[in-house]
């Protein structure tokens, strides 16, 4: 309940009512559910983390698992996960750099791409930050959050966006997957009511604009000359802006419906099997149609027919059934990707749980 109260006084009046609710997840969709959540806390190490094949990613890993947990409901303080995700927040936190940068630069899996981990670890602690009642670990935790926030903003490029590491390392490079890793952290973390600068998210905004084509797509980057001349939309790229934006409260800009006339036709709802990137796809699309709902497309699009209109209902019918025939039977995971199953299992867990609206970050 205090997350939607927080969530409500930050936001206002939304343009689409209705929230999710956690009955219209099917029998045999819950029982998916309990199945991939059994496995994934299996592969909590006793320190808290997790990571991808090869020991991997552990900022990034920790963060998206951590998210999935919180997604059923549970929290540091209640509920079956709190152990959990008590230990994961730990772990993070201490791996917040005197920088403000959350993850460890000299681990060589980390080294190169820094950022997604420190993104996806402002997404996960500004979800719990609300929930910390004990005034010490609250302190600490609004210290890391702070500190984290410029971080970040100080990582981001001239041009509005962010690359796999600071600007300042990376020799102003940025890239859109990079880019909507910050703004969704950034955009929690003012959900919790840490201070975020408008400027940068006004930039970022203004990144994702210049980097899209006349048809309606997302490009890869803005560096080395790239714009909305230079074509190579990005299915799944498009589909995290849309997410975005949607995360900001944007229903009905312009760009938005650019961005959704070029999905409805890149990403058939109808076939979500394997496709490039399809984890990053799907985990974006699935946040976006959410949002959307049932009527959210009509709204912006009156003059739709019925059955091309995208809705979640349609979503959820076609992936949850993909998910549920895709699942490992043995052990409730899913593979898939050379990133492997914690990252997958993470990602469809949280998708499969958007009707739970338990995170501000992913309500309607």
């Known amino acids: 309940m205090k997350r939607l109260l927080l969530f409500a006084a930050l936001l206002g009046g939304l343009t689409w009512p209705a929230s999710g609710r956690a009955d219209e997840i099917a029998p045999e969709h819950r029982e998916v559910i309990k199945k991939g959540m059994d496995w994934l806390v299996k ?17 990034s890993m920790t963060a998206l ?22 230990r994961a927040v730990d772990w993070l936190v201490d791996r917040s750099q005197r920088n403000g940068m959350i993850g460890n630069p000299n681990n060589p899996t980390e080294a190169g791409r820094y950022m997604y981990g420190h993104g996806f670890s402002l997404l996960f602690l500004g979800s719990v930050y609300g929930e910390e009642e004990d005034s010490e ?10 500190r984290g926030v410029d971080f970040c903003v100080k990582a981001q490029t001239p041009r509005g966006g962010w690359g796999y590491v600071s600007s300042a390392d990376g020799g102003g490079f ?3 997957s990079v880019t909507i890793t910050q703004v969704q952290g ?15 998210i006004n930039k970022a905004q203004d990144y994702l604009e210049k980097s899209t084509t006349d048809k309606g797509g997302v490009i890869y980057s803005l560096a080395n000359g790239g714009g909305r001349a230079a074509g190579g939309e990005r299915p799944p790229l498009t589909a995290a802006a849309i997410a975005c934006m949607f ?10 419906k650019k961005w959704l006339n070029y999905c409805k036709t890149a990403i058939p709802i109808g076939a979500p099997g394997r496709m490039g990137h399809d984890e990053y796809t799907h985990y974006y699309y ?8 049932d009527d959210g497309f009509a709204k912006l699009f009156p003059q739709s027919k019925p059955e091309e209109r995208l809705t979640w209902s349609k979503y959820r019918t076609a992936m949850f059934e993909h998910l549920k025939n895709t699942q490992n039977k043995n052990d409730g995971s899913w593979s898939g990707g050379y990133i492997g199953p914690i990252f997958s299992t993470s990602v469809y867990l949280t998708i499969l749980q958007l009707d ?3 995170l501000p970050i992913y309500q309607r």
């Not at 190490?45 to 900022?59: L, V």
């Not at 670990?137 to 702070?146: A, I, M, P, S």
């Not at 950034?186 to 940068?200: D, M, T, W």
Request: proline share 3%; net charge neutral; charged share 25%.
């Open 43 to 59: 592969q909590q190490h006793r320190d808290g983390h997790w990571d991808a094949n090869g020991g991997q990613y552990p900022t």
């Open 65 to 86: 698992a951590g998210m999935a947990l919180l997604m059923e409901g549970s929290t540091m303080r209640e509920g079956k996960y709190a152990d959990n995700i008590r």
């Open 137 to 146: 670990r609250r302190k600490k935790l609004e210290d890391v959050l702070t």
């Open 174 to 176: 940025d890239e859109g």
């Open 186 to 200: 950034l955009r929690a973390c003012r959900n919790a009511g840490i201070v975020v600068p408008k400027e940068g």
């Open 247 to 256: 995360n900001a409260g944007q229903y009905d800009s312009p760009l938005c």
């Open 286 to 293: 699935g946040q976006a149609l959410y949002i959307l709902g």
């Open 356 to 358: 739970n609206s338990t």
